[in-house]
C-alpha cells in the first residue's frame, strides 16, 4: 500500500492466520528457484534457461500443476510452500527487519488464530488427495513432511529433533499413541508457523506503539464440531455464514449466536479501534449480551485473548510453553549449532539420519539426538519410522 493511504485511511487493521513474524512469511530467491525447479522437474519441463522454463510451465494445464505442486507438498512439507521473495522491489526488506526498525504505522491490531487454521487444513487435505490417489505410504510421508517443516529452509536437525522431542511428551505410550503423536506433530507446525508469531506480533505492537492491541483464539472443540466449509470457522463467524440463508441451517443457535456476537465484536473494532464499543468517545457497550473483551498489554501477566466458543471466555497466556521453546529455546540451540547442522549426515533406507563421517561435528549432533529422545518410547518411534 502506499503510505499516504496507509497514513490518512487506515485506522485499524485485522490479522487472522498467522503474522510478519512466521517462518513462511517470506522465502528468499534460492528457495523460490529451487521450488520452481522441483515443480518443473515434476511436470517434464527442462530448460537451463529461465525464461524457456517459465513458458513450459505457462503451457501446462493449470489441474496437472495444481497436483503436482500437491505430491510435492505431501513429500516436502505443506507449509514450505510459495510465498512473497525479497527482491528489493515489491518486497524490499524482510517484515521483521521493517518492524524492529520502526518502519510501521501505528494503528489499533486484532489479532486472531484458529486450532483449525487454513494452512493445518490445506495440510490435512493434500494428505487425503495422496492417499485418493493410491499412494498408501502417505500417512507417513505426510508427517516426516511436518517433521522436516520444522527445521526451517535449511532443514535445521537439530531443530528437528528437539521439536520432535518436546512434543512427543504430549503422548504417552498406548495402541492409540501413533495418531496422537502425529496430533503432536500438526501442533508444533501450528505453533511454529501461525500461533506463536501471531502472539509475537501482538506483544510487539503492544510493546512498541501506542495502540490498542486484542487477541482471539477459536479453540480446537468448536473448529472441530463446526461445519466443514474450507474456511476457518473465525471467517465462517465474522462474515455471518451461520445467518446466511443458504447455510443458517448447518450450524446451530448457539453457533449463530456466536457469530452475532462476534460481528459485534468485529463491527465495534472497525469503527473505534475496541471490540467493546463502537464509538472513540464512549467506553461502555450497548450490547447487554457481549463480555468485556480485555486488551492485550506489553507485561508478563497482561496476554489477555478472547476464546472464540459459545461461552466467550477470557484466557490469558496462549500456548504459552510452546511458545517459550519456539522463542527462547530454538533461536539460542540454532545460535550454539548453527554451521555444524546436518554436517555429516545422510538418511539411511528406514529414514533415520546416520553418520557417513565420524567427524566430531557429526558426534555432537549424534549425542543431541539420543539425549533428547531417549525419554520417547520406542514402539511408537518405530511406528512413526
Not at 67 to 72: E, G
Not at 91 to 120: C, W, Y
Amino acid at each position: 500500500m502506499r503510505q499516504e493511504f496507509l497514513t490518512k485511511q487506515v485506522g485499524t487493521v485485522q490479522l487472522q492466520g498467522g503474522s510478519s513474524f512466521s517462518p513462511a512469511a517470506v522465502m528468499s530467491k534460492k528457495r523460490a528457484e529451487e521450488l520452481g525447479a522441483s515443480l518443473a522437474s515434476e511436470v517434464s519441463c527442462s530448460s537451463a534457461v529461465p525464461e524457456e522454463l517459465l513458458a513450459c510451465l505457462r503451457d501446462v494445464p493449470a489441474l496437472q500443476l495444481n497436483a503436482a505442486q500437491t505430491k510435492l507438498l505431501a513429500v516436502r512439507g505443506p507449509f514450505q510452500a510459495w510465498g512473497p521473495v525479497v527482491d528489493g522491489v515489491s518486497v524490499q526488506e524482510h517484515p521483521t527487519s521493517a518492524l524492529h526498525n520502526s518502519r510501521f504505522h501505528k494503528v489499533d491490531l486484532m489479532v486472531g488464530t484458529s486450532a483449525e487454521d487454513g494452512l493445518i487444513s490445506r495440510a490435512k487435505h493434500i494428505k487425503k488427495f495422496e492417499e485418493l490417489q493410491g499412494r498408501t505410504n502417505s500417512k507417513t510421508a505426510f508427517y516426516e513432511a511436518l517433521t522436516n517443516s520444522l527445521g526451517g529452509e535449511n532443514g535445521n536437525l537439530f531443530v528437528q529433533a528437539a521439536a520432535a522431542w518436546f512434543y512427543s511428551m504430549q503422548h504417552s505410550p498406548s495402541p492409540s499413541g501413533y495418531n496422537v503423536f502425529s496430533r503432536a506433530l500438526e501442533n508444533a507446525t501450528r505453533d511454529h508457523f501461525i500461533i506463536c508469531p501471531s502472539v509475537k506480533m501482538a506483544s510487539f505492537w503492544a510493546d512498541n506503539t501506542r495502540s490498542s492491541v486484542f487477541m482471539y483464539h477459536v479453540p480446537e472443540q468448536v473448529s472441530q464440531t463446526s461445519i466443514d466449509l474450507s474456511v476457518p470457522f473465525d471467517i465462517q463467524l465474522v462474515f455471518g455464514l451461520p445467518h446466511h440463508p443458504k447455510t443458517e441451517q448447518l450450524f446451530t443457535a448457539k453457533e449463530r449466536s456466536l457469530s452475532l456476537k462476534t460481528m459485534h465484536y468485529v463491527v465495534n473494532f472497525i469503527k473505534s479501534g475496541n471490540p467493546n464499543h463502537p464509538y472513540t468517545f464512549s467506553t461502555k457497550s450497548f450490547s447487554e449480551t457481549l463480555p468485556p473483551w480485555p486488551r492485550f498489554l506489553p507485561h508478563p501477566t497482561g496476554d489477555n485473548y478472547k476464546e472464540f466458543d459459545v461461552s466467550l471466555q477470557n484466557r490469558k497466556g496462549l500456548r504459552k510453553a510452546e511458545c517459550s521453546f519456539w522463542s527462547d529455546y530454538i533461536p539460542t540451540l540454532k545460535a550454539s549449532t548453527g554451521n555444524i547442522a546436518g554436517a555429516g549426515l545422510q538418511l539411511s533406507e528406514d529414514g533415520d539420519e546416520v553418520l557417513t563421517s565420524p567427524t566430531e561435528q557429526s558426534k555432537l549432533f549424534d549425542m543431541f539426538r539420543t539425549s533428547v529422545t531417549q525419554s520417547k518410547p520406542k514402539s511408537e518411534k518405530d511406528a512413526y519410522n
